[in-house]
């Protein structure tokens, strides 16, 4: 193969591995979508929600773009947040006719609750004004944080934590097309540390191939050399300020974190720690910012 010919998207397990269609994607909603899919013009602006990353609502949102073969705009809404955006882009695409006659356009704004709340209010009148002519598909992790009018412009569904036995099939697939040696326990120590963010499983996988590791309990379970450096810096150094700059910096998973804190207390049989970070998974399980948890547990650790 020529360099030229190299293609870094075709290594990526995570695009690699993306449902192309509605039947591929791991959830009980599938039939609730296709039914939706079966007169286009009719359907109404979406919300897709969950309460965790990872469980493919931009992958769905991305299946029905491609299914109605309709002009899209894709907005990341927590990158590109300002009320500028939408008075400029998102207006003006809104207001362009689409080049396939009788088809709506379509505006993706993926992460919508990480959008200003004026940006919002903007958008409200926006998807009213030319519902005629373009379809809106919204996605967030924590509705809470949607404006009410605008999950009131939308039908709104909920992607539910997909049960484990569907991700375990999905992921000894991807270990047989990519002759990825593993046991049944392997797979299920990834889906117990990751659940239910089916994304960060397939990049476990790909992880555990590029270093050449079977998927066994053993390799999974290795201890995340930046988790190990922040337990001891919060609990050694007591700078909870340091460890929440690296979370930031690093895009580190706060829930991970979280979870690892767990083991850490219960290793160490820490009542007061295994309080913290189960009060944390619960919050979080209701929509809850995972950052400001950890951060406020971080704090109450070094009281």
């Given at each position: 193969?020529k360099v030229t010919?190299?293609?870094?998207?075709?290594?990526?397990?995570?695009?690699?591995?993306?449902?192309?269609?509605?039947?591929?994607?791991?959830?009980?909603?599938?039939?609730?979508?296709?039914?939706?899919?079966?007169?286009?013009?009719?359907?109404?602006?979406?919300?897709?929600?969950?309460?965790?990353?990872?469980?493919?609502?931009?992958?769905?949102?991305?299946?029905?773009?491609?299914?109605?073969?309709?002009?899209?705009?894709?907005?990341?809404?927590?990158?590109?947040?300002?009320?500028?955006?939408?008075?400029?882009?998102?207006?003006?695409?809104?207001?362009?006719?689409?080049?396939?006659?009788?088809?709506?356009?379509?505006?993706?704004?993926?992460?919508?609750?990480?959008?200003?709340?004026?940006?919002?209010?903007?958008?409200?009148?926006?998807?009213?004004?030319?519902?005629?002519?373009?379809?809106?598909?919204?996605?967030?992790?924590?509705?809470?944080?949607?404006?009410?009018?605008?999950?009131?412009?939308?039908?709104?569904?909920?992607?539910?934590?997909?049960?484990?036995?569907?991700?375990?099939?999905?992921?000894?697939?991807?270990?047989?097309?990519?002759?990825?040696?593993?046991?049944?326990?392997?797979?299920?120590?990834?889906?117990?540390?990751?659940?239910?963010?089916?994304?960060?499983?397939?990049?476990?996988?790909?992880?555990?191939k590029l270093d050449?590791?079977?998927?066994?309990?053993?390799?999974?379970?290795?201890?995340?050399?930046?988790?190990?450096?922040?337990?001891?810096?919060?609990?050694?150094?007591?700078?909870?300020?340091?460890?929440?700059?690296?979370?930031?910096?690093?895009?580190?998973?706060?829930?991970?974190?979280?979870?690892?804190?767990?083991?850490?207390?219960?290793?160490?049989?820490?009542?007061?720690?295994?309080?913290?970070?189960?009060?944390?998974?619960?919050?979080?399980?209701?929509?809850?910012?995972?950052?400001?948890?950890?951060?406020?547990?971080?704090?109450?650790?070094?009281?």
């Open positions: 193969m010919d190299f293609n870094p998207i075709n290594k990526i397990w995570t695009e690699k591995y993306r449902p192309k269609d509605v039947t591929e994607i791991v959830g009980d909603f599938r039939n609730n979508v296709l039914n939706i899919l079966n007169t286009p013009n009719q359907i109404p602006h979406l919300l897709l929600h969950s309460k965790s990353p990872g469980t493919g609502k931009t992958s769905l949102a991305k299946i029905i773009i491609k299914t109605l073969g309709s002009d899209y705009l894709i907005i990341n809404s927590s990158d590109d947040r300002k009320i500028d955006t939408v008075r400029g882009k998102v207006k003006e695409f809104a207001e362009t006719q689409s080049t396939t006659p009788g088809v709506r356009r379509v505006i993706f704004l993926d992460e919508i609750d990480g959008m200003l709340k004026a940006s919002q209010e903007a958008l409200r009148n926006i998807m009213e004004t030319y519902a005629s002519n373009v379809l809106f598909i919204l996605t967030c992790n924590s509705i809470n944080k949607i404006h009410e009018a605008i999950i009131s412009r939308c039908l709104a569904i909920e992607f539910q934590h997909p049960k484990k036995d569907e991700i375990k099939e999905y992921l000894i697939k991807i270990c047989k097309s990519e002759k990825l040696e593993y046991s049944d326990d392997g797979i299920k120590e990834i889906i117990s540390k990751h659940y239910p963010n089916i994304r960060n499983c397939v990049i476990a996988l790909q992880k555990l050449n590791l079977k998927v066994s309990p053993e390799h999974v379970s290795a201890f995340n050399p930046l988790f190990e450096k922040l337990w001891n810096t919060i609990h050694t150094d007591k700078d909870w300020k340091s460890v929440r700059q690296t979370i930031l910096s690093t895009n580190l998973n706060a829930r991970e974190f979280n979870k690892y804190l767990w083991n850490k207390a219960i290793e160490l049989d820490n009542i007061k720690l295994i309080q913290l970070t189960c009060q944390n998974e619960l919050h979080m399980s209701y929509g809850a910012d995972a950052n400001i948890m950890l951060t406020t547990s971080l704090i109450e650790m070094i009281k």
